[in-house]
């Protein structure tokens, strides 16, 4: 594994000495060695070679920083600063970007608070909710300009992952993993990888198969500017790096799940597919899950093998375990439901689905389909311009509905739950949501929110950066309206939201054959 001792190098690189007396702090990792000073960081590439990574000699490193550099200027162009060489001078000393023969090479930075790495910020339970929707867009604009790459991915790039993970699993599974728990995954997921071979495919020919992260978990995503970054991508592998935009996803999904986060999870992910309108691949979501559980699954037990602290292996092993069990139960979703929620502008229905959201259905939750943001998204605007009448026609209201149908149908199909946000003031409108659901044989709930006049107009008026443009005069024009017999569970919303959250909950639980979860409704 290790080809080249650095001893000298990383001496050098350690000294504050070389940092003009700074002080010098160390981060170990498996491949690099990242020494931090003053505003810089150095990351120095480790002489090694793994299966899936080689920096065994002085020039494959130096590819390798300059591959690191230009791939992650990409999300973080102020935080990468370049390749700079370490050289031996003509005294036999080494110097940074001197003039003498260069003998390594690392990766210059500008430095970070750590404090800020999002799985810092998740674990002394400080990851803002309100951040998950930015981080969303910024995958969405990362995922949006990287390369196609029609080489990798598709069925062939899934069965290298799940026959990777089968190897690491007869490694290591006698002494940490249970081999037979280690064999059903791998059937599973076999299984699973021919049911998706098609739709695989049909993303890989349409593009969808990109130069992406290929290692976005909260450890690679700072809160930089007020801004969430991604950085350090692959950029050792491209079978790790080039593949499906959701499988890169998948992994910060299946992180924030296992951290107890299902609120952020599935902020992410109906974040994402409102940026992006990837719906099409929902189906793939549980094998993708899954073989990011089980890489770090085998990646645990990997780790746990070289430590020589028994309580740190103990807990590898712990973690390792924990990630098998996970990685089978992703391959196994919970069965889809369609949930519509109706009532006038103001009543709080966009509060009740974004809450009720994570507990339903396959990880990590309901897809939210909100009329404001499709209203939005028919007339080309950004969810948060503001529509004229044109906007608002009983044609284009017929589409908005009409659009709301089609794309949760297909969500329910795909084997994941929906959640439709909607005035549903129109019998016509409610009887066709729950045809939708009757035609996807998929059980279906709808919900009516109640509130006075004077809460929908007070929640209208303190509305700030939100899709929907209904002030007072509209609210009093809905309320004109005849809506007919509403025969949906009616829920009186003038109540704080976790009171509305608990009433839904528990008729939820009353009607749905796979009822939610309630530690995931109130899961921070």
Request: hydrophobic fraction near 45%; glycine fraction near 8%.
């Amino acid at each position: 594994m290790v080809t080249e001792r650095q001893t000298e190098t990383i001496d050098f690189l350690a000294s504050p000495a070389t940092h003009g007396g700074a002080p010098v702090e160390r981060i170990d990792t498996h491949a690099a060695v990242v020494f931090l000073s003053g505003g810089l960081a150095w990351k120095l590439k480790r002489a090694v070679q793994y299966d899936y990574l080689d920096f065994s000699t002085a020039e494959l490193r130096r590819l390798a920083c300059e591959a690191e550099v230009r791939i992650n200027r990409r999300a973080a162009p102020t935080l990468y600063r370049g390749v700079v060489a370490v050289t031996r001078q003509a005294d036999g000393s080494l110097a940074l970007g001197g003039a003498g023969t260069a003998v390594d090479w690392v990766v210059e930075m500008n430095r970070f608070e750590q404090k800020c790495l999002f799985d810092r910020l998740a674990g002394r339970g400080a990851l803002d909710l309100g951040l998950m929707r930015p981080l969303a867009e910024a995958i969405a604009h990362f995922h949006g300009t990287a390369e196609r790459r029609a080489d990798h991915g598709g069925k062939a790039g899934m069965a290298w992952v799940i026959d990777g993970n089968a190897a690491g699993f007869a490694e290591f599974a006698g002494d940490v993993l249970d081999s037979p728990a280690c064999g059903r995954l791998t059937h599973d997921a076999l299984l699973e990888l021919d049911r998706c071979e098609r739709l695989l495919e049909l993303r890989r020919a349409e593009g969808f198969v990109r130069q992406c992260h290929g290692d976005l978990h909260l450890r690679n995503i700072v809160l930089l500017d007020g801004r969430p970054t991604l950085f350090d991508a692959v950029e050792f592998n491209d079978e790790i790096a080039c593949i499906d935009v959701l499988y890169d996803l998948a992994f910060l999904l299946m992180d924030l799940w296992r951290r107890r986060l299902a609120r952020h999870a599935n902020a992410v992910w109906n974040g994402y597919l409102s940026e992006t309108g990837h719906h099409a691949g929902i189906r793939l979501l549980p094998l993708f899950l899954s073989c990011r559980a089980a890489v770090r699954a085998k990646t645990s037990a990997t780790a746990a093998r070289f430590q020589a602290d028994r309580q740190s292996k103990s807990e590898l092993e712990s973690t390792a375990r924990e990630y098998l069990t996970m990685a089978q139960q992703l391959l196994h979703p919970a069965p889809a439901c369609l949930i519509a929620i109706g009532g006038f502008s103001g009543s709080g229905k966009s509060t009740l689905a974004q809450a009720l959201a994570p507990a339903l259905g396959a990880v990590p939750g309901a897809v939210v389909f909100r009329s404001d943001e499709i209203r939005k998204r028919l007339c080309g605007a950004s969810p948060l311009d503001h529509l004229g009448p044109e906007g608002y026609t009983p044609e284009v209201s017929r589409r908005v509905y009409a659009t709301a149908a089609e794309e949760a149908g297909a969500t329910v199909r795909a084997g994941h739950s929906a959640i439709v946000d909607a005035v549903y003031g129109g019998p016509a409108d409610r009887e066709a949501i729950a045809h939708v659901a009757a035609m996807a044989a998929v059980p279906f709930v709808g919900l009516w929110l109640d509130a006075p006049e004077s809460a929908l107009i007070e929640r209208a008026r303190q509305r700030r950066h939100d899709a929907s443009d209904a002030d007072a005069d509209v609210i009093r024009m809905q309320l004109k309206q005849d809506v007919g017999t509403v025969h949906w569970h009616r829920i009186q919303a003038s109540s704080p939201a976790d009171v509305v959250l608990q009433r839904a909950t528990t008729h939820l639980t009353d009607q749905l054959p796979n009822p939610p979860v309630l530690s995931l409704v109130g899961a921070r």
